[in-house]
């Protein structure tokens, strides 16, 4: 029984390998990288980072990429809250249906996506904004935050919602004042995939956007294929994107088990 | 949970159905309509029925790219559910560390795809990156850009690395979900170890482990960024999923028509899988 820590520790030893090999390069100078392998930084830089947020080219790719992030997390979760309320409560004309065509939309490749999406939001004049790219992560979006929110409801008994109507409360002021308290953990969790998923994807920001909204990973794989081999500042940049994941995951991380869970274990 | 019907409910939908079916409807539409037609550019179309699906569905290259497809996704889904079962099961269960243990867990799956991707391509990198030289110094022959076995092994490996952990994350709230009396009952009745699992404790993964499962398949068949990043589906052909091939047709040699077909066939067969995966995880639901 004692020995049960030796497997998540080397789990963990393993994940972490990777991210400290890039924190270490992201300290070398360019250099000294390409001179030969080193475990510890030898002359020890900050000039990488310094470059990212001193340049506007690279620190807008960041900020291009929260600005969308939290659009389509807005959107995502205010939309799918009353539909989850009405999968989770009841029974309608091809309810059954409806729910499993959405979740076809998260299965669907973005590569099959890229071009159309292309056309689309060009021929209604939104090509390269924040909001193209917040609609087009709705895509996968919405229906994995339905999917989340509908198992959290599911929890809450419906003596819950029959009570607030006995006493004269109306559907949406039951909902806003009460409903939306009481699975607030869900929403937290919703939230925290939204915001996961538009983070991580790269294929249709970058094909969504030129220049004004150019997110952070298109800068970097631009960047990757003409400055040629700045190894350290691809490093200084990719170590700089793990801390928005880092910063969500402390506050939720109470809540993750179960959301990965879908609420309905 | 008994559900009235009600069909008023429709109202509560419709903000998703307009948003995910103006996403979904009209590209589908483009796709469909390309893969019917040839195109010489300058907007003319012609008529060109089921040809390309003819010609994808026959050509050498679309079966060469499904079956390395196949064999990527068996082989991330054997390693990871097995590996992830296991982290899950020897995890602490109270304590400080649980959270130390999640958020570290959690944390390559907040990583940009892309990123991921340049990770590894340091990590491996045979003369500077950690890997790589470790590998190398050790006296294994090791190039990820150059050898097919080695990119392969690169690309399982980096998977495994990002993804194992929301098998582990599913796993594990499966497992807390399992009262302490069940554990109490069976050390009462002298249970094994081996028995504790098989009858207590992978029954309540069940519905946890399907959905790892299906998320699992679905993201790696339409994996992109990683592999593209880290190998560029090299060397030579040998890791070019689908969708790094489909992306190479349709926008590098704007082949539409075929790039269409392909499309369509490809999403066709993620649909009936995860077809077949959700009908028995709503059967084994509903009893």
Partial sequence: ?265 | MRKTTNQKAWWLVVPVLLLVAFNAFIPLMTVVNYSVQETFGNNAFFWEGVTWFEKVLRSERFHDSLLRQLLFTGMIISIEVPLGIAVALSMPRKGPWVSVCLVLMALPLLIPWNVVGAMWNIFALPDIGLLGYTLNSMGFDYNFTQQPVSAWMTTVVMDVWHWTSLVVLLCYAGLCSIPDAYYQAAHIDGASRWAVFRYIQLPKMKRVLTIAILLRFMDSFMIYTEPFVLTGGGPGNTTTFLSIDLVKIALGQFDLGPAAAMSLIYFLIVLLVCWVFYTVMMRNEEQ
């Avoid at chain 1, 972490?16 to 992201?26: A, R, V």
């Fill in chain 1, 1 to 265: 029984m004692n020995r049960k820590w030796i497997l998540p520790t080397l789990y963990i030893l393993f994940l972490m390998l990777p991210i400290y090999g890039l924190l270490s390069m992201s300290f070398k100078t360019t250099n000294e990288i390409l001179g030969g392998f080193s475990f510890f930084p030898q002359q020890f830089t900050l000039e990488n980072y310094t470059k990212i947020f001193t340049d506007p080219t690279w620190y807008n790719g960041y900020i291009n990429s929260l600005i969308y992030v939290v659009i389509n997390t807005f959107i995502s979760v205010s939309v799918a809250l009353p539909a989850a309320y009405a999968f989770s409560r009841y029974r309608f004309l091809g309810d059954k249906h409806l729910f499993f065509w959405l979740l076809t939309n998260r299965m669907a490749p973005p590569a099959v996506f890229a071009l159309p999406f292309f056309q689309l939001y060009s021929s209604i004049e939104l090509f390269d904004t924040h909001i193209a790219v917040a609609l087009a992560h709705c895509l996968f979006n919405i229906p994995l935050a339905v999917w989340i929110l509908e198992g959290f409801m599911s929890g809450i008994p419906k003596e819950l919602d029959e009570t607030a109507y006995l006493d004269g409360y109306s559907f949406w002021r039951f909902f806003i004042r009460i409903f939306i308290p009481t699975i607030a953990a869900g929403i937290g969790v919703a939230m925290f995939f939204c915001f996961m998923y538009s983070w991580v994807e790269l294929l249709l920001a970058q094909t969504l956007t030129s220049v004004e909204a150019k997110p952070i990973a298109a800068t970097m794989t631009r960047t990757a294929s003409t400055s040629g081999y700045e190894l350290g500042l691809l490093a200084a940049a990719g170590s700089l994107t793990i801390i928005p994941g880092a910063f969500v995951i402390y506050f939720v991380r109470n809540y993750i088990a179960k959301g990965f869970a879908l609420g309905r274990v």
